[in-house]
């Protein structure tokens, strides 16, 4: 029986020994999208006030973004490519998005205010 385990554990792919490693990151990038909302909408009550279209506007933003992805993804990203790749590629995108949405929205403030 120990045996038949370690001859298991032996012939296990890496993507097998890879694949616990990949949950915290997961995890890590659902809690980052959270975290993103809840900056991006303090950011917009300041800009256009704590209302249900400040809101809204997040939601469908959100949301939105999350629709090019799913139908979109194969006409641009070849099926050769790794999915973690892609998948490191699109939360190093979202990152560069999320930095700049903090610098970008003190702007459209003032776009607003007039």
């Given at each position: ?77 070849s099926t050769s490519?790794h999915p973690l ?30």
């Amino acid at each position: 029986m120990a045996e038949e385990r370690l001859a298991q554990s032996q012939d296990a792919s890496p993507s097998s020994r890879i694949l616990p490693l990949l949950l915290p990151l997961f995890v890590g990038s659902g809690c980052a999208a959270l975290i993103y909302e809840v900056v991006w909408l303090q950011l917009l009550q300041l800009v256009i006030g704590s209302t249900a279209f400040s809101l809204g506007v997040l939601l469908a933003t959100f949301m939105g973004g999350m629709l090019p992805r799913q139908p979109g993804l194969p006409r641009f990203v070849s099926t050769s490519k790794h999915p973690l790749r892609v998948y490191a590629v699109l939360e190093a995108a979202i990152a560069v998005i999320a930095i700049a949405v903090v610098y970008v929205v003190p702007l459209i403030e003032r776009i607003y205010a007039r």
